[in-house]
Antibody, heavy 119, light 106 residues
Framework: EVKLVESGGGLVQPGRSLKLSCAAS????????MGWVRQAPGKGLEWIGE????????NYTPSLKDKFTISRDNAQNTLYLQMSKLGSEDTAIYYC????????????WGQGASVTVSS | DTVLTQSPALAVSPGERVTISCRAS??????MHWYQQKPGQQPTLLIY???NLESGVPARFSGSGSGTDFTLTIDPVEADDTATYYC?????????FGGGTKLELK
């Protein structure tokens, strides 16, 4: 069974940083592109970006490229999202997702990590 | 960025046929996908590459379209289909989602 479990969410003050993790199991992690999607309260889904199998290619949505960094550790089967200079607009549930065979669609999702940016 | 436009909400009765539309601001070929999100849950993949049913998804769900106009059809609708449905394109960078269509059962 494919399983993705996010962790590291919580309450963070404006301007601070936070790093989320996503532990993967049930599939060969180092064979897949992986990505992050977020959802602000009561809003729709926003694609953050993705990373390829050996971390040589990382794509971001342009508006978030300067404050978010995606990385992975294939030995630990873990995906990361480093977020910096957080503002209230970054309050959201953050989902990690697997890009399925071909790398064009997100075919498995974690349950999400909640991040609240507030003083 | 490629903008995907969906109707905000629909209300149908169980047993009826419903179509949910998604229009792209530019061509996305057939790299359009559909997700279902129930309240408090993560999204799940229903349809990929416009018309391919994801494994384990009931055959009541189907997708069609290419270029800029796409539809998700549920026939017949069941009570358990109450959810928000999102289209998403992966033809143009960055990937983008539609705003979602909230399906309610009468």
């Amino acid at each position: 069974e494919v399983k993705l479990v996010e962790s590291g969410g919580g309450l963070v003050q404006p301007g601070r940083s936070l790093k989320l993790s996503c532990a993967a199991s049930g599939f060969s992690f180092n064979d897949y592109w992986m990505g992050w999607v977020r959802q602000a309260p009561g809003k729709g889904l926003e694609w953050i970006g993705e990373i390829n199998q050996d971390s040589s290619t990382i794509n971001y949505t342009p508006s978030l490229k300067d404050k978010f960094t995606i990385s992975r550790d294939n030995a630990q089967n873990t995906l990361y999202l480093q977020m910096s200079k957080l503002g209230s607009e970054d309050t959201a549930i953050y989902y990690c997702a697997r890009d399925g065979d071909g790398g064009y669609v997100m075919d498995a999702w974690g349950q999400g990590a909640s991040v609240t940016v507030s003083s | 960025d490629t903008v995907l436009t969906q109707s905000p909400a629909l209300a149908v009765s169980p047993g009826e046929r419903v179509t949910i539309s998604c229009r792209a601001s530019e061509s996305v070929s057939t790299l359009m996908h559909w997700y279902q999100q129930k309240p408090g849950q993560q999204p799940t993949l229903l349809i990929y590459l416009a018309s391919n049913l994801e494994s384990g998804v009931p055959a009541r769900f189907s997708g069609s379209g290419s270029g800029t106009d796409f539809t998700l059809t549920i026939d017949p609708v069941e009570a358990d289909d109450t959810a928000t449905y999102y289209c998403q394109q992966s033809w143009n960078d960055p990937w983008t989602f539609g705003g979602g269509t909230k399906l309610e059962l009468k």
